[in-house]
């Protein structure tokens, strides 16, 4: 009777420690997509940040050559009004 006993409560242990295992396993899966969904998440975040930057500096550029040439042209006024 002690065998059974003995051999039923390793059987027990080994099941709960293999249902552990698996709780935890699915947890680390949870945790690993969620990571990944934030990383995603962040990175578009960050491609939209660079295309905006990148337009906002496309057009200080293209104010940047009008500013030149109404300099050149000499119908740049200080106040940003134009001579002619």
Known sequence: MKKIMTT?????????IS?????TGEKAEDALEAAA????????????????????????IENAGDEIEEEIDGTDDV??????
């Open 19 to 23: 249902s552990c295992r698996e709780t």
């Open 37 to 60: 969904q934030d990383t995603e998440d962040n990175l578009e975040k960050a491609g939209e940040a660079i295309e905006e930057a990148v337009e906002d500096a496309g057009d200080a």
């Open 8 to 16: 039923l409560a390793a059987l027990a242990l080994i099941v709960s």
């Open 79 to 84: 106040n940003g009004d134009d001579d002619n």
